[in-house]
């Protein structure tokens, strides 16, 4: 029997890498519904090539590009954000979660709706909302696969069974591209430079956390909800070959890590094939290819996103939220040449030092307070940062 799956933001990167993973195997799957923001004719093309049953743009606009695009293929077609939610409540076997964004938020939680599996490349949302995403789970009996790198490796390499005999889990991080500047030199870096990541080609928005290393700190609060496992539990290492891509410590001193390819279509293959596994056209690992393999320890100085983020678990769900809605203004401010790259981190320390406990018990609780959140950063950006940078100047 095929597996029905459904690609929620097939035109990003982990969308096209998803797309290349099922296109090398298209006898395993049938693709239900693939959805992009505003890439009409990429969006198109994908649905063609992956034999889609129906393709779905969020933004309004582009409805006539995409009709034009697919007239005449017997593939539906359906815009706005209500038809995101509803390709998301579309009954799948296994729906990918790869928008970018807390805009994945009510896709998710309707995909969990529908009880099947959940594959969660999205980190975002469990970041913003990552009690209410599990005990959603939990309530409607979804399974949810990690796509994330880290969270993949975990995952696959973790006693779900006997968790007690968990010590704790390392998290490795490439340190991105200012892995050995100083903090001056990241004064100036440029965006182009921000997302030039030396090991994994990804979307403009990971690739900036990635240079701040706000990415790892999300991941932290990813785990911690993904696995159930306290902050104190989760270690960060700087890895700079990405091959081990995370490992679990057990009680008896052993340490199972998994490795690979940096390729995303390697832990992609892996939720797509769950619980089985599959052939995917990505990079294999070839450790022979391998000068050495390195490890560090993060300098929290330099990347004090690090430390943010365990302070954030600590302070409670309304951080956690402030956390991620502050670092998605700030680095769109820093990608349109808004603000400087350390400015990022000086956004959300300033609305973290401001955030008070509020309560947050419904997504719809959790989508005002992200989107006050919003406001209060852009309004930080437009009087106080540049402020600070007109008194500087
Ligand atoms: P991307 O920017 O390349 O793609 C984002 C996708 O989401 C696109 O298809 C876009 O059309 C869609 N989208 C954007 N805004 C939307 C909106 N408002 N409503 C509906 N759809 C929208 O991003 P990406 O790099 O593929 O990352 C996607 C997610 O996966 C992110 O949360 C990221 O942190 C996570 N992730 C990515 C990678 C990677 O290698 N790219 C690795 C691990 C985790
Ligand atoms: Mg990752």
Same mark, same amino acid.
């Given at each position: 029997m095929k597996k029905k799956v459904t690609i929620l933001g097939a035109t990003g990167s982990i969308g096209k890498s998803a797309a290349d993973v099922i296109l090398s195997a298209l006898e395993r799957f049938d693709v239900q519904v693939v959805t992009a923001n505003t890439n009409a004719e990429l969006l198109a093309e994908q649905a063609i090539k992956l034999k889609a049953k129906r393709a779905v743009i969020v933004d309004e606009t582009k409805y006539d590009t995409l009709k034009s695009k697919?007239?005449?293929?017997?593939?539906?077609?359906?815009?706005?954000?209500?038809?995101?939610?509803e390709a998301a409540s579309?009954?799948?076997?296994?729906?990918?979660?790869?928008?970018?964004?807390?805009?994945?938020?009510?896709?998710?939680?309707?995909?969990?709706?529908?009880g099947s599996c959940v594959a969660i490349a999205n980190k975002e949302p469990l970041v913003a909302a990552g009690p209410l995403v599990m005990a959603a789970a939990k309530k409607h009996g979804t399974t949810l696969l990690?796509?994330?790198?880290?969270?993949?490796?975990?995952?696959?390499v973790f006693d779900f069974e006997r968790s007690d005999g968990i010590e704790k889990i390392t998290l490795t991080a490439?340190?991105?591209?200012?892995?050995?500047?100083?903090?001056?030199?990241?004064?100036? @870096?440029?965006?182009?430079?921000? @997302?030039?990541?030396?090991?994994?080609?990804?979307?403009?928005?990971?690739?900036?956390?990635?240079?701040?290393?706000m990415n790892k700190a999300l991941e932290i609060i990813e785990a911690h909800y993904l696995f159930n496992?306290?902050?104190?539990?989760?270690?960060?290492?700087?890895?700079?070959?990405?091959?081990?891509?995370?490992?679990?410590?057990?009680?008896?001193?052993?340490?199972?890590a998994q490795m690979g390819a940096s390729d995303m279509r390697t832990p992609i293959a892996n939720v797509?094939?769950?619980p089985e596994r599959m052939e995917t056209p990505g990079q294999k690992l070839?450790?022979?290819?391998?000068n050495k393999l390195t490890f560090e320890k993060p300098d929290f100085e330099r990347f004090p996103a690090l430390k943010?983020?365990?302070?954030?678990?600590?302070?409670?769900?309304?951080?956690?939220?402030?956390?991620?809605?502050?670092?998605?203004?700030?680095?769109?401010?820093?990608?349109?040449?808004?603000?400087?790259?350390?400015d990022i981190m000086d956004c959300i320390d300033h609305i973290l030092g401001k955030t008070k406990t509020t309560k947050l018990d419904t997504i719809t609780d959790i989508i005002e307070f992200d989107e006050t959140i919003r406001a209060k950063t852009k309004d930080f950006i437009t009087n106080g940062v540049t402020k600070k940078a007109a008194q500087s100047s």
């Open positions: 697919l007239d005449g293929t017997g593939i539906e077609i359906a815009a706005g954000e209500q038809a995101l939610e579309e009954p799948a076997d296994l729906i990918l979660a790869g928008i970018v964004g807390i805009a994945g938020l009510k896709p998710i939680m309707k995909a969990i709706e529908q990690p796509v994330d790198s880290e969270h993949n490796a975990v995952f696959q490439s340190g991105g591209p200012f892995l050995n500047r100083s903090l001056e030199d990241m004064a100036n @870096v440029t965006p182009d430079q921000a @997302v030039a990541h030396p090991n994994w080609s990804m979307g403009r928005k990971i690739s900036v956390d990635s240079a701040t290393m496992i306290e902050p104190d539990k989760i270690d960060v290492l700087i890895h700079p070959q990405s091959v081990i891509h995370s490992m679990v410590h057990y009680k008896d001193g052993s340490v199972l797509l094939a769950w070839d450790l022979t290819q391998m943010t983020a365990y302070q954030c678990l600590e302070s409670g769900l309304h951080s956690c939220v402030a956390l991620n809605a502050a670092n998605e203004v700030a680095v769109e401010a820093f990608l349109t040449n808004n603000i400087g790259f350390l």
